[in-house]
Nanobody, 130 residues
């Protein structure tokens, strides 16, 4: 299993950049054995897919609304996955969650569904002011 803790959220201005981090503690399997996903949930909204990163970090996938602005990456040596967010907009305001799965990630494998993941962090709040 793996335990996940997000960090890096806070209050930012529209147009700013922010990098979120998700630190992982794995037992039974190494961190590199898990694919990682990022989701977000705004008040009153459903939790939506943001990005996914494969075991090796070689494959990344994004929701259409995130492409070109958000970049997911991972550093297996540091047991950490990142979400670089650029050109932030007020509509990006949400709680951001990282999640882990033992399933492999490839195009259209189901990584965009929250049901695909086995473990979740507690989330970190990102608030973007206009």
């Amino acid at each position: 299993q793996v335990q996940l803790v997000e960090s890096g959220g806070g209050l930012v201005q529209a147009g700013d950049s922010r990098r979120l981090a998700c630190a992982a503690s794995a037992s039974g399997r190494t961190f590199s054995s898990y694919a990682l996903g990022w989701f977000r949930q705004a008040p009153g909204k459903e939790r939506e897919f943001v990005a996914a990163i494969s075991w090796s970090g070689g494959n990344t996938y994004y929701a259409d609304s995130m492409k070109g602005r958000f970049t997911g990456s991972r550093d297996n040596a540091k047991n950490t996955v990142y979400l670089q967010m650029n050109s932030l907009k007020p509509e990006d305001t949400a709680v951001y969650y990282c999640a882990a799965t033992r399933q492999p990630l490839y195009y259209n494998s189901g990584y965009y569904s929250r049901d695909w993941y086995d473990y979740w962090g507690q989330g970190t709040q990102v608030t973007v002011s206009s």
